[in-house]
């Protein structure tokens, strides 16, 4: 059967046999434009008494004309003045039935196709394709553009210490530091709308904004006293390691909304960009806030780590207000150290024995988001509650926290480890 919609200046035919879909291409440009990067520093040395020296420097980039890909045949995103939605009203699954004549919203309001939001709404709720209906490029599908127009900026503030005294090194360094930019690399898949690059511009896709590394080495004292096997045992040993902490990376709400859960679109701009994240959820609590008692249960793995409360569904056409890279992993500590034996052997040789321990304390370092598996469960949310009331909302049995993964670990970092080792030099 082929049905029939009103779009663009005339009449579009969908799902009829025979018919022809529209190519989706990439387009690379014609004239090379080379990216390149600026740096540049400024430090202060300073000699303590007591052999430390101290460091502080201002370190900046400039990162111009980066390579990104964008879908340059998107349809143009609905002007809020025109957007029958006010702000904290979604986009419903029972928004989406067309009876042939307009779209009847939860809200009260009606669609009617000669009203600006009708192709919008045609298009995020999955009855046109938006092929027919592009604008820049008519009759082609989606156009991936790959250009070097993105840019970056880094700027950090970092301090030193290196401490030198007997048989003792230690060195702490710490850096406070911001790293913005448009794209962080040509496939990032955090685009919603391709036409306004400036508002991708956020925090790095592996921006840390606190680093703190200490680390040591320290010869252990020699015995002179004790038979010579005493001494052989005890003495050479020395005893190294590494202490870090780490504010966690920033990753971004995915809205992903469905008819199954009452939230109805994907696409929830109706933009048919095909490509990057497609919408934001919007946010409308703290993150980092109280979370819901129930959020931590057999059906899910791990502890819940934020508040989903926190985000609620975008409103109806728009691309979700929570934006790009709006919230941060967990911080990490982590304590890493080895106790090491030199023993020199005749003939110019050595045997080097090693005892390795990492994350000696067994701290449990949970992961939100991996930026190298993409999109995931943990940073996509599809079901929405009210936190105040145990945040409780459609699909999942009627909670929002029922084995659901959202928010939750998906990985951890590396737990405890012990191992040995022996190496013969000669």
């Given at each position: 059967?082929?049905q029939?919609?009103?779009?663009?200046?005339?009449?579009?035919?969908?799902?009829?046999?025979?018919?022809?879909?529209?190519?989706?291409?990439?387009?690379?440009?014609?004239?090379?434009?080379?990216?390149?990067?600026?740096?540049?520093?400024?430090?202060?040395?300073?000699?303590?008494?007591?052999?430390?020296?101290?460091?502080?420097?201002?370190?900046?980039?400039?990162?111009?004309?980066?390579?990104l890909?964008?879908?340059?045949?998107?349809?143009?995103?609905?002007?809020?003045?025109?957007?029958?939605?006010?702000?904290?009203?979604?986009?419903?699954?029972?928004?989406?039935?067309?009876?042939?004549?307009?779209?009847?919203?939860?809200?009260?309001?009606?669609?009617?196709?000669?009203?600006?939001?009708?192709?919008?709404?045609?298009?995020?709720?999955?009855?046109?394709?938006?092929n027919?209906?592009?604008?820049?490029?008519?009759?082609?599908?989606?156009?991936?553009?790959?250009?070097?127009?993105?840019?970056?900026?880094?700027?950090?503030?970092?301090?030193?210490?290196?401490?030198?005294?007997?048989?003792?090194t230690?060195?702490?360094a710490?850096?406070?530091?911001?790293?913005i930019?448009?794209?962080?690399?040509?496939?990032?898949?955090?685009?919603?709308?391709?036409?306004?690059?400036?508002?991708?511009?956020?925090?790095?896709?592996?921006?840390?904004?606190?680093?703190?590394?200490?680390?040591?080495?320290?010869?252990?004292p020699?015995?002179?006293?004790?038979?010579?096997?005493?001494?052989?045992?005890?003495?050479?040993?020395?005893?190294?390691?590494?202490?870090?902490?780490?504010?966690?990376?920033?990753?971004?709400?995915?809205?992903?909304?469905?008819?199954?859960?009452?939230?109805?679109?994907?696409?929830?701009?109706?933009?048919?960009?095909?490509t990057?994240?497609?919408?934001?959820?919007?946010?409308?609590?703290?993150?980092?806030g109280?979370?819901?008692?129930?959020?931590?249960?057999?059906?899910?793995?791990?502890?819940?780590?934020?508040?989903?409360?926190?985000?609620?569904?975008?409103?109806?056409?728009?691309?979700?207000?929570?934006?790009?890279?709006?919230?941060?992993?967990?911080?990490?500590?982590?304590?890493?150290?080895?106790?090491?034996?030199?023993?020199?052997?005749?003939?110019?040789?050595?045997?080097?024995?090693?005892?390795?321990?990492?994350?000696?304390?067994?701290?449990?370092?949970?992961?939100?988001?991996?930026?190298?598996?993409?999109?995931?469960?943990?940073?996509?949310?599809?079901?929405?509650?009210?936190?105040?009331?145990?945040?409780?909302?459609?699909?999942?049995?009627?909670?929002?926290?029922?084995?659901?993964?959202?928010?939750?670990?998906?990985?951890?970092?590396?737990?405890?480890?012990?191992?040995?080792?022996?190496?013969?030099?000669?």
């Amino acid at each position: 059967m082929t049905q029939q919609f009103p779009g663009g200046g005339g009449w579009s035919s969908i799902g009829g046999n025979g018919n022809a879909y529209a190519l989706n291409v990439t387009s690379v440009p014609t004239k090379a434009t080379w990216p390149y990067v600026q740096q540049w520093s400024l430090s202060v040395q300073h000699e303590f008494p007591g052999q430390t020296l101290a460091t502080v420097a201002y370190v900046g980039s400039k990162g111009t004309h980066l390579t990104l890909e964008r879908q340059i045949n998107q349809l143009q995103p609905l002007p809020a003045s025109q957007n029958p939605y006010a702000a904290g009203q979604p986009m419903t699954a029972s928004d989406c039935n067309w009876n042939g004549q307009y779209f009847n919203l939860s809200n009260g309001a009606t669609i009617t196709p000669n009203q600006p939001a009708f192709t919008n709404m045609m298009v995020a709720c999955g009855i046109f394709t938006g092929n027919s209906l592009r604008e820049a490029y008519p009759g082609m599908g989606q156009i991936f553009s790959v250009e070097n127009t993105a840019n970056s900026s880094y700027n950090a503030f970092q301090v030193t210490l290196r401490h030198s005294i007997h048989s003792l090194t230690l060195g702490v360094a710490y850096t406070y530091s911001h790293s913005i930019d448009d794209s962080s690399d040509r496939s990032d898949s955090t685009y919603v709308n391709s036409y306004d690059l400036a508002a991708n511009r956020a925090s790095s896709n592996f921006d840390q904004r606190h680093l703190l590394h200490v680390s040591y080495v320290y010869d252990l004292p020699k015995f002179s006293e004790g038979s010579r096997f005493l001494r052989g045992a005890l003495n050479h040993w020395q005893w190294s390691g590494i202490t870090i902490f780490e504010t966690g990376i920033p990753f971004s709400i995915i809205n992903n909304g469905s008819n199954a859960n009452g939230i109805a679109a994907l696409d929830n701009a109706g933009v048919a960009n095909g490509t990057g994240a497609g919408s934001y959820a919007d946010r409308c609590g703290d993150p980092y806030g109280s979370k819901p008692s129930g959020g931590s249960n057999s059906g899910t793995f791990g502890p819940l780590l934020l508040n989903p409360g926190a985000f609620c569904a975008p409103q109806g056409l728009t691309f979700g207000n929570s934006g790009r890279n709006s919230v941060r992993n967990p911080f990490r500590w982590n304590f890493d150290t080895a106790l090491m034996k030199h023993i020199t052997l005749p003939n110019e040789s050595n045997l080097e024995f090693r005892v390795e321990a990492f994350n000696v304390f067994n701290n449990t370092q949970f992961e939100i988001y991996d930026p190298d598996l993409g999109n995931q469960p943990n940073n996509t949310v599809s079901c929405y509650g009210n936190a105040a009331s145990g945040y409780s909302g459609a699909g999942n049995g009627g909670s929002c926290l029922g084995g659901s993964s959202f928010l939750h670990p998906i990985e951890a970092h590396r737990p405890r480890t012990l191992q040995l080792a022996l190496k013969y030099s000669f």
